[in-house]
């Protein structure tokens, strides 16, 4: 059996082979002699398949970035995109925070406290009361919120005067910035901010008007502020100084104040900035340290110098999470200040890219919901608030990496710091709430049924904004004044006769744009760009279509009795009870709208 397996297991192969090659001599193709062409045939097609496998495989790599844009591109079609992505970034950039505060406080707290986790169960309890103050935001209606801005800038400035007093506000290290209640430390300087955004916000969108004054600009916005500033600097206090100084610039800068103006207040604020650094001893040898003056290692310099070395020794890949050198007390203030040094050194530069990507990102979305708000409140107030905590971040990173001298600026969700995180989170839930009241987050919301998570959390509808009255009346009031296309438009409309054009009373020239600008709150990058109206035949069918919700139902009423031939009747300001419209902010006051709740305001500013 042994001698036949042998056999047995040849001969099919014989006879494949002799089959074969009758087949090729029968066929007259091939035969016995050319199968090692035919070999060498086989042979060169994996060859081209290789080479079809690399093509294709490069043209899916070249592939993938329109994919990704493609898909970010989806991503940004959706109503409720700056939503989302605000709630996103607010957990991310909290989450890590957490996690870099308990690496980067881990030894000091044991050496202080015996504990490890001391300084991060702080951190975690304001964490958590950030969340719910970010939860209230998201809930606040924008009418209430404008309502008690002048209260709680008042409140603010209370809280800041009662910290100066010996017995009340706590003196720890050499300045009285912090109310300490049931062991929890409270800084009045950082609720300010929140209250300064909100309130400025709300006192420039009273007054937008084309031809608004300096004064109403100025008045009472930056007394006040330099009020703020002179009970932060008797703490004292300069790196919040600093971002009271870049809220106010920031809110003088998105209402449209001249900009000869603007570089004004900014190159005397940056003198009095440097003027102030260079009064105290600490502050001016941090100063002349950066600028070299100084060369004292383990005096002024120490900190810098430290932080640079933890960055080096980080590299490009870290050392690691948790396994920082910097942190054994070589560098003060490392779960603070220094905190990106630490991020540096165990992270690596590709740790310290994805938080400037993260900020980034955050400061696109802030803007981004800037730019899609028809409230001019809500715009002034989103572009403030994403201006400031973009600042701070770079401010922060920028000192640690020896670009700036040191300011004590914290990283905003990131740096140790309770009410420093307590306000942030505050910020980004009035971002969230404007991103709620985009036109299409509001039709989206109003004509649908609420998501699983809005049910459970509880939100309430937003309400479409429009134009109060008031706002319209002033507005054409501007516009004939002026001789805008509304005053040469005039006849015909309403049944009213023509209106000549006159010269504004100051004499001179009216701009081409006078009329077309619904203001002077423009971005930056939409100045120098015409917001104009309609024209003449749309504006005329939008006030003759039926309106729901948010619209403005005395405009359809009078264009339809100017067409009639009758005289243009304009009812009294609050007998509509199915708008019930707060006249003073430019919401219904029920909290509601209906699907069409968008249609009237959209594009205003």
Request: proline content about 6%.
């Amino acid at each position: 059996m042994s001698s036949r397996t042998p056999a047995a297991d040849t001969e099919p192969v014989d006879d494949v082979d002799d089959s074969a090659g009758v087949e090729d001599a029968d066929s007259g193709k091939r035969t016995k002699n050319e199968r090692p062409g035919a070999t060498r045939n086989a042979a060169t097609k994996p060859t081209t398949g290789d080479a079809s496998g690399r093509s294709a495989g490069a043209a899916a790599a070249a592939s993938i970035p329109a994919i990704v844009v493609e898909a970010i591109r989806n991503l940004l079609a959706r109503p409720l995109a700056s939503y989302q992505l605000i709630l996103t970034m607010s957990f991310l950039l909290t989450a890590f925070g957490l996690v870099m505060v308990l690496s980067a406080s881990s030894v000091e707290g044991y050496s202080k406290e015996g504990s490890a986790y001391g300084l991060f169960a702080t951190q975690v309890i304001f964490a958590l009361l950030g969340l719910v103050v970010f939860y209230l935001m998201l809930r606040v209606p924008v009418r209430l919120l404008r309502r008690f801005a002048a209260p709680s800038m008042f409140v603010a400035v209370v809280l800041l005067t009662l910290v100066l007093i010996p017995g009340i506000g706590t003196l720890s290290q050499g300045a009285r910035r912090w109310f300490v209640i049931y062991g929890l430390s409270v800084q009045p300087s950082e609720l300010v901010k929140v209250a300064l955004c909100i309130w400025g916000a709300h006192l420039l969108a009273s007054r937008r008007r084309d031809n608004a004054s300096l004064r109403e600009l100025l008045v009472p916005l930056v007394p006040v502020a330099m009020l703020v500033c002179l009970l932060i600097i008797l703490e004292p206090n300069l790196s919040t100084t600093i971002t009271i100084a870049i809220i106010v610039g920031a809110l003088l800068w998105f209402a449209g104040l001249p900009v000869k103006v603007f570089v004004s207040f900014a190159v005397s604020g940056i003198a009095l900035a440097v003027i102030l650094a260079l009064a105290e001893g600490y502050r001016s040898q941090r100063v002349m340290s950066f600028l070299g003056n100084v060369d004292d290692p383990q005096g002024a310099g120490y900190q810098a110098r430290q932080a640079t070395y933890a960055l080096a020794n980080g590299g490009v890949f870290g050392v690691g999470l948790g396994q920082s050198s910097a942190k054994w007390n070589y560098l003060p203030n490392a779960h603070n200040d220094f905190i990106f040094a630490i991020i540096g050194e165990e992270l690596g530069l590709l740790g310290g890219l994805m938080v400037v990507f993260l900020f980034v990102v955050l400061a696109y979305i802030g803007f981004r919901i800037a730019h899609r708000s028809t409230d001019p409140f809500l715009r002034l107030m989103s572009a403030t608030i994403t201006v400031l905590i973009t600042a701070q971040a770079f401010i922060n990173i920028g000192y640690v990496i020896g670009l700036l001298p040191v300011t004590g600026i914290q990283l905003p969700l990131i740096s140790a710091g309770g009410t420093s995180t307590l306000t942030v989170l505050a910020m980004l839930g009035l971002l969230a709430n404007a991103a709620r009241h985009e036109p299409e987050a509001v039709a989206t919301l109003t004509s649908g049924s609420p998501s699983r998570v809005a049910r459970w959390l509880r939100l309430p509808t937003p309400v479409a904004y429009r134009q109060t009255r008031a706002e319209s009346l002033r507005d054409r009031l501007d516009q004939r004044r002026t001789g805008g296309p509304r005053a040469a438009t005039a006849g015909g409309r309403g049944g009213r006769g023509p209106v000549s054009r006159r010269r504004p009373p100051s004499g001179r020239a009216p701009s081409p744009d006078a009329g077309r600008s619904r203001g002077r709150f423009a971005l930056p990058w939409k100045r120098g760009k015409s917001s104009s109206q309609p024209p003449r035949d749309d504006r005329r069918q939008d006030r003759s279509a039926p309106r729901t919700g948010g619209g403005n139902t005395w405009g359809a009423r009078s264009a339809a009795s100017g067409r009639a031939g009758g005289p243009a009747r304009r009812p009294r300001p609050g007998t509509s009870p199915r708008d019930g419209v707060d006249y003073g902010v430019g919401y219904r006051g029920s909290g509601r709208s209906g699907p069409n709740g968008r249609v009237r305001g959209a594009g205003r500013w």
